[in-house]
């Protein structure tokens, strides 16, 4: 949150802005000062981390503050920790619930939709998450299947982005262009937990295509094998050598070098497993929202010809044809010749990035 506010990089008041001036009353700092027995006593080690609500303890991670805070443009830390606990009691994803709320509210206030709400109403907010569990009305039916349901029922398509059908986490890819790569490339839809290099983009950016592509390639094989270790990715971080030392300790032998290509397998596994389903090249697709500027003094949108250079160079990068289907060659060499059916179309030659193109 606090991070993501300070680079620019942080989705505010339905992706209209990206900074939030409220960042500090909902960030680390808030979280600190409401949070009960944050220290066991006399342990000097972390302990409760739950804030209290009107709707019974809560435990609000970053994506709460992010989505239900910036995203709403609520800046009262305990009526962000509130929204983020009555999702979590209904079991809705805290940003997808905020995205569709925050596309209410720019598609009321564009006439699109009969709503009076505006950003910084919390309990508008959260009235509005509850016609979504309850499918109340005809919107909160609408939203309860996702903003691009909405969207198709009621018009403004283009107020909130989703990649495959999904919804954005907060971290704005207009202020690091390689994270709406990694975004359009998920292979479930827009994720952060796929890919984040938002982390480091910041520090030494813009990077080129090729960067921005090995970058994401490299985090996506790191992540799926680390997850097949039922290693967190957030925690993942420490494992430099993505658990080789951690597996030897139970008696299996595995090179980093062969932990990678597994983890690279996995991924292509499951692209197979798209392609075959229908997915192509326009699903990995830049949402049109950010390629406009991030409001008054903001980020400029991300460039359409710089993000289908990224995309080239990607594919090339992961040895998938220009239509984002992996090639015999690549199958073969990851090890899965014996997998693929004849029903998975594969492509005839890998795509060549070219970095003069895109210069």
């Not at 342990?43 to 809560?58: C, I, K, L, N, Q």
């Not at 497993?273 to 929202?289: K, Q």
Request: charged letters at 30%; hydrophobic letters at 40%.
């Amino acid at each position: 949150m606090d991070f993501a506010d300070r680079v620019g990089a942080l989705a505010t008041r339905g992706w209209t802005e990206d900074r939030f001036e409220g960042a500090e009353d909902v960030g680390v700092e808030a979280v600190r000062e409401a949070a009960r027995g944050r220290e066991r006593e006399g342990e000097g080690v972390p302990g409760g981390f739950r804030v209290e609500t009107d709707e019974g303890e809560s435990v609000p991670r970053g994506a709460t503050a992010m989505s239900l805070g910036a995203g709403l443009g609520v800046d009262d830390f305990d009526a962000v920790a509130a929204l983020g606990e009555r999702c979590n009691r209904a079991g809705l994803d805290v940003i997808s619930a905020g995205s569709a709320v925050a596309w209410a509210i720019r598609a009321g206030q564009e006439d699109i939709v009969d709503l009076d709400l505006d950003f910084g109403d919390d309990a508008g907010a959260r009235a509005l998450i509850d016609d979504i569990v309850a499918r109340r009305t005809g919107l909160g039916e609408a939203l309860a299947d996702g903003v691009d349901a909405a969207a198709e029922r009621f018009g403004g398509g283009g107020l909130v982005p989703t990649v495959k059908a999904m919804e954005l986490p907060a971290y704005d890819p207009r202020g690091a262009t390689s994270m709406a790569l990694a975004y359009a490339t998920s292979d479930r839809g827009a994720c952060h937990r796929r890919a984040r290099p938002v982390e480091q983009e910041p520090f030494d950016g813009p990077w080129s295509p090729e960067r921005a592509a090995e970058a994401v390639v490299r985090e996506q094989d790191r992540r799926s094998v680390l997850w097949s270790l039922v290693v967190d990715d957030f925690a993942g971080d420490v494992f430099f050598d993505l658990g080789a030392e951690w597996l030897a300790a139970v008696g299996l032998d595995y090179e980093p070098e062969a932990l990678r290509l597994a983890g690279e397998r996995i991924w292509t596994l499951t692209r197979l497993f798209n392609v075959r389903e229908g997915l192509a090249r326009e699903d990995d697709a830049l949402p049109s929202t950010l390629r406009e500027a991030a409001g008054e003094g903001g980020h400029g949108g991300v460039d359409a010809d710089r993000f289908s250079a990224m995309l080239d160079a990607y594919y090339a990068r992961r040895g998938w044809g220009p239509d984002g289907r992996p090639t015999r060659e690549t199958v073969e060499r990851v090890g899965l010749g014996d997998v693929v059916d004849d029903e998975t179309p594969l492509a005839e030659s890998a795509a060549v990035y070219d970095p003069t193109d895109s210069a």
